[in-house]
């Protein structure tokens, strides 16, 4: 008997049953029809799909700050931590925040980036990606956006983005600037850096 995840999983006579106590039911099948990597792998999308939704990122604005998370949601919070304005885009879920240059973006899945300026209503832009963004920064007046399968986007903000494929072997998961350069890092242990946010160099950790 193994206990993987509060499930227990049995094995008798060629056949594995899956029992989840909470609901107090089994699930028949073949040790033939499905591994179970892949069983597992589906419980846990069927688990995180069922969390409770909430904020993903917040920066600061102004007095206070700003928040955005699942289910399209944008929050105004004051330094008392009380909600004065929000915006609702149904169906979308962002990652990542950041205000800067008198603007905030705010950018998620499939590619989604909404922008305010002066503290206005968000407009969505086009981003030329279909990408999960996961990171944003400012860069010398310009928005670089980090995205899963090792893009990098960029724009002023005012006219489509232009997306840049990185030879790298993961996402992009994060992206951070100063004055004078960029950094971006993937979740397979790579580096990349750029003075111009359009060419980038990458360094492999792994191979260091």
């Not at 049953?17 to 591994?35: C, G, H, R």
């Not at 950094?183 to 750029?194: A, K, P, Q």
Request: one cysteine or more; aromatic letters at 8%; hydrophobic letters at 35%.
């Amino acid at each position: 008997m193994y206990l993987i995840n509060h499930i227990t999983w049995i094995l008798l006579a060629g056949t594995i049953s899956l029992m989840i106590p909470e609901k107090d039911t089994y699930i028949p099948f073949t040790e033939n029809s499905f591994s179970l990597k892949e069983i597992t792998s589906s419980l846990y999308f069927q688990e995180t799909q069922q969390k409770s939704q909430g904020y993903s990122d917040v920066a600061g604005l102004g007095e206070g700050f700003i928040a955005a998370g699942t289910d399209g949601r944008i929050d105004r919070i004051s330094i008392t931590g009380v909600v004065t304005r929000s915006e609702s885009f149904p169906g979308e879920r962002f990652n990542c925040i950041i205000s800067g240059d008198k603007r905030t973006i705010v950018a998620g899945d499939r590619g989604t980036i909404l922008i305010s300026s002066e503290n206005g209503k968000f407009r969505k832009v086009e981003s030329h990606t279909l990408e999960n963004i996961n990171s944003l920064t400012i860069f010398k007046g310009i928005i670089i956006a980090g995205t899963d399968n090792g893009s990098v986007i960029t724009g002023d903000g005012k006219e489509t983005f232009k997306k840049i494929k990185l030879a790298v072997k993961g996402n992009i998961v994060s992206v951070s600037a100063r004055q004078s350069d960029c950094f971006g890092v993937t979740d397979e242990g790579e580096i990349i850096h750029s003075s111009d946010g359009i060419e980038w160099d990458i360094t492999d950790f792994n191979k260091v």
